[in-house]
């Protein structure tokens, strides 16, 4: 006669609640979504990255047969958000429009409560927002080459202002100084609106702000626009030289992607990364994110995944190089 052991029978009883999971997993796969999805922004509303959610939030609607509800959970650089998504279930029921500042929130704030990379499942990148270097019209360049020499000429002279310590438009300038062998002194404001004013008026002589925030007041004369700190080519820009013309290797331009919890099923993650790319490619979503100084830059879940450890690593590196302390 067979008897079957404690330790067999809780392997057994292991295995058969495995296989239920994984039924009841593929049932929900293949009848998702039916129900309304979450997309929380880690910024406040009518900022840029809430923009690009509500760009793409009606257009994944129609595609999915379900609403995509934005939801701005605001503050600590997306930290708050990103805690949201990382404890949520991992049924594709609740998504994060994630960005740079994600990733770079792994080496800035030492008590974060998940990991960039390893709590989220990529699902598609979306845009990449190119950035502009501007300056007042009494700077001594015109040029990114002219910008590096003038830098040079002068150690510690000039000073940047950026949105923030840690912010992509922060740690794009160090990179250039590291690679450049330059030094600016950095000036962190609380948020971006005030920095195209102060550069206007003289306050500060350079700054790092989006495209769109710079290029209309250097149309009009009123700064002048020194280099792209990315080789993307955003319309109404073409003109205006990338930085790596200057100083090759610097490309660095905050990039908004889709991420889901860990753990949530191939199926919904190929579910909706298939809506992204269709959502993606059509020309009037080209023509709306132009308008809001971003680039359609759509990359498949493996893409996505590559690319995001990539600029973690890449902004790591810098961060303990330049010896930025964390907050």
Known sequence: MN????TRRAALLAFGATLLAGHAGLAGAQTYPDRPIRLLVGYSAGGGVDA???????RLSALLGQQVVVENRAGAAGVIAGDAVAKAAPDGYTLLLGDSSTLI?????????????????????????????VAGNDFPAKTPRELVAALKAKPGFYS??????GTVQHLGFEMMKGQSGTFALHIPYRGAAQIVPDVISGQVPLGVVSATAGMAQAKAGKLRALAMMSNDKLPGAEDIAALSTAVPGVDVAPRLFLLAPAG????????????????MSA???HRAAALQGAVPDYMPSAALATALAQES???????????????
């Open 3 to 6: 008897t079957i052991t404690p």
């Open 283 to 285: 020309p009037d979503l």
């Open 313 to 327: 690593a890449r902004w790591g590196k810098l961060i303990s190089e330049q010896k930025i302390a964390t907050q």
């Open 105 to 133: 929130a792994k080496y800035m704030q030492a008590k974060l409560t998940f990991d960039p990379i390893k709590s989220f499942v990529p699902v598609a990148g979306l845009f990449k927002s190119p950035l502009l270097i």
């Open 264 to 279: 949530t099923p191939n199926a919904i993650v190929e579910r909706l990364g298939e809506a992204a790319r269709t959502v």
């Open 52 to 58: 690009m959610a509500r760009l793409v939030a009606p």
């Open 160 to 165: 940047f202002a950026t949105s923030g310590v």
